[in-house]
């Protein structure tokens, strides 16, 4: 199954079928609401996904900052956006993929067969001068029924064994892997074992994806190998999402910390490491 659309195969997919639902996920941490800009400029069609209240459960310190919904709570929210059993879903943002790569994966582990995200997102729509509608959308109530737990995932109580035997990549930025800032959670720097892997390191400059054989050239020398897990987690679990999908495009096997940082750092018993390397000395 294709893991990425062009924004001329998007167009051609809404021209040619009424089976294609477009997620709009607009959002990043210093503007969550990202209503306004999808209200001047959507793809025709599009409906906005809420991350803070769709893709994740309230915060909670035993859980972190963006703990996974209940299959519930998923499936009414994309019956909202309606979809139905069988639609090809379509998401995007304009932040690289980074917060739309929380949909795709939500939606696959909950048996979404056919989801893709659009490669370049809004920017890359915008600027081949495809269709643009402004407003709000409000679609047809669907009928979908969701599954739970397609795709693998690491509990707290799993993710030290997991280090100490395969590759767990920290997608967060650097300085905040090394301990050098925190803005947000208890305690700065990361897991002990983890590998320092800014998942924006595998997006071109307009923000596209690298092609799979850099991909894979890039986690491989970070230790990835074909036919084995790799782990991921961020600070909160979302842009782990997007290392996620990074992984599969270059054909490696994600496996999904969705409690990241927040969630451990917030466990003082558990250790920190800080610095460039995994052990933190």
């Known amino acids: ?10 167009d051609a997919m809404l021209r040619d079928r009424d089976d294609v639902v477009v997620l709009d996920v607009r959002w990043r941490l210093d503007q969550p609401d990202g209503r306004p800009a999808f209200r001047d400029g959507h793809v025709p069609g599009a409906v906005y996904v809420d991350l803070e209240t769709e893709l994740a459960a309230p915060a909670d310190p035993a859980l972190g900052r963006h703990p996974l919904p209940t299959r519930e709570a998923l499936q009414d929210a994309a019956r909202g956006w309606g979809l139905r059993d069988g639609d090809a879903v379509v998401v995007l943002d304009d932040l690289g993929g980074m917060s739309a790569a ?3 994966w939500l939606l696959r582990h909950a048996g979404v067969a056919d989801v893709r995200l659009l490669d370049g997102g809004w920017s890359a729509w915008a600027a081949a001068g495809l269709p643009v509608e402004t407003g709000a959308t409000t679609p047809e109530r669907g009928d979908v029924t969701l599954d739970w737990g397609r795709m693998p995932t690491l509990e707290l109580d799993e993710v030290a064994a997991f280090a100490a035997d395969h590759p767990l990549l ?48 890039r986690f491989g020398e970070l230790g990835a190998r074909v036919g084995e897990p790799v782990g991921v987690y961020c600070g909160s679990g979302v842009t782990a999402a997007h290392e996620a999908l990074a ?3 270059a054909g490696f096997e994600p496996v999904l910390y969705p409690g990241s940082w927040s969630q451990w750092s917030a466990r003082e018993a558990l250790p920190v490491a ?3 390397t995994p052990s933190g000395r």
Do not use: K, N, Q
Request: proline share 10%.
């Open 170 to 217: 920290d997608a967060r930025a650097a300085e905040r892997y090394r301990g050098e800032v925190e803005p947000i959670d208890p305690r700065a720097g990361h897991i002990p074992g983890a590998i320092s892997a800014p998942t924006a390191d595998s997006l071109d400059v307009d923000r596209r994806l690298l092609s799979p054989w850099a991909l894979r050239i």
């Open 247 to 249: 992984l599969a495009v």
């Open 274 to 276: 800080t610095g460039p």
């Open 102 to 104: 929380r949909a795709w």
């Open 1 to 10: 199954m294709d893991l990425l659309v062009s924004p001329v195969e998007l």
